[in-house]
């Protein structure tokens, strides 16, 4: 498995991480060559539960589906564990757990229950102090250093531009491994972020369709000095078009003859898959073949 830090603090170029919701989602974005997938908590949301990002998900739920997806690929996963689910002891035992289950990085918001989108309006942030708490918790609970801590601010859009630098200041002092600005609502707030931490600690930007920040391509990004370029919920979106019109194609044909040049066929279904790979696996362990 490649190390995520080193992978975000000694290679030159910026991390582009796609967002997943299951093993399956997880094992398709390896096959297509990507370094990383980021586990969302607004994706598991929706693929879940069926609901908007609000904090619906519990530390339990997210646990098994980090666990499920390690057991699928070997690529770093970096984890949204949202608030952490409580206070800073509930933030060690978030840490403690998800690092077993197989996370590489682990990303705490500062904003307080109940919590929400950060492209939604409606937040409220916890103290700069209790986050800062937050964080020399989940620094002080992880077994390895190679498992990074994300710090989240959401002051932008609740308090102000200024007081999301200067949170991401104190947090990166608490013991923060990236820093994660969120929402900045046009290009020169983007720059400005990269321009005042890019040189001192990995940043993240997160690209959300439709959202408040403007979508910027990972090249771009890296250029304002960024080096972890997030695309968390673009997937559940492609799903949702694709999906919406394979229900309906269903609903109005009867079959899905009209729709199969739009679908992966049997055969290449379990090819994706691994169902050769399983079944050969299979025959090593047989107790029944005859010996020569």
């Known amino acids: 498995m490649k190390n995520l830090k080193k992978l975000v603090t000694e290679d030159n170029d910026i991390t582009t991480i796609p967002g997943v919701y299951d093993a399956f989602t997880a094992h398709l974005a390896e096959?297509?060559?990507?370094?990383?997938?980021?586990?969302?908590?607004?994706?598991?949301?929706?693929?879940?539960?069926?609901?908007?990002?609000?904090?619906?998900?519990?530390?339990?739920?997210?646990?098994?589906?980090?666990?499920?997806?390690?057991?699928?690929?070997?690529?770093?996963?970096?984890?949204?564990?949202?608030?952490?689910?409580?206070?800073?002891?509930?933030?060690?035992?978030?840490?403690?757990?998800f690092e077993r289950a197989g996370a590489s990085a682990i990303q705490i918001e500062d904003q307080s229950l109940p919590k929400r989108c950060g492209h939604l309006a409606g937040k409220s942030l916890v103290s700069a102090g209790e986050m800062e708490g937050k964080i020399k918790a989940a620094v002080d609970s992880r077994q390895s250093e190679d498992t990074l801590i994300v710090a989240r601010t959401d002051a932008i859009i609740v308090e102000s531009f200024e007081s999301a630098l200067e949170r991401?200041?104190?947090?990166?002092?608490?013991?923060?491994?990236?820093?994660?600005?969120?929402?900045?609502?046009?290009?020169?707030?983007?720059?400005?972020?990269?321009?005042?931490?890019?040189?001192?600690?990995?940043?993240?930007?997160?690209?959300?369709?439709?959202?408040?920040?403007?979508?910027?391509?990972?090249?771009?990004?890296?250029?304002?000095?960024?080096?972890?370029?997030?695309?968390?919920?673009?997937?559940?979106?492609?799903?949702?078009?694709?999906?919406?019109?394979?229900?309906?194609?269903?609903?109005?044909?009867g079959t899905n003859k009209a729709f199969e040049n739009r679908m992966a066929d049997f055969d290449e279904l379990n090819t994706a898959i691994g169902l050769q790979h399983i079944l050969s696996e299979s025959e090593k362990y047989r107790g029944d073949k005859q010996s020569l």
């Not at 929706?46 to 997806?69: F, H, N, Q, R």
């Not at 390690?70 to 840490?95: C, E, F, M």
């Not at 771009?220 to 695309?231: M, Q, S």
Request: glycine share 10%; charged share 20%; net charge negative.
């Open 31 to 97: 096959e297509a060559g990507f370094e990383a997938v980021y586990l969302s908590g607004a994706s598991l949301a929706y693929t879940k539960l069926g609901m908007p990002d609000t904090g619906l998900m519990s530390m339990s739920e997210v646990a098994d589906s980090i666990a499920y997806i390690r057991d699928r690929i070997d690529l770093p996963i970096v984890v949204d564990a949202d608030t952490g689910y409580g206070n800073a002891l509930n933030v060690q035992r978030t840490v403690r757990v």
């Open 168 to 253: 991401a200041e104190r947090y990166l002092s608490a013991g923060a491994d990236i820093i994660f600005v969120e929402s900045p609502r046009t290009h020169a707030e983007l720059a400005a972020i990269g321009d005042c931490f890019g040189s001192r600690v990995p940043v993240l930007a997160n690209m959300v369709e439709g959202g408040q920040t403007p979508i910027t391509s990972s090249d771009d990004l890296a250029e304002l000095g960024y080096r972890v370029a997030i695309f968390p919920g673009g997937l559940a979106r492609a799903v949702l078009r694709q999906a919406r019109a394979y229900f309906s194609s269903l609903k109005q044909h």
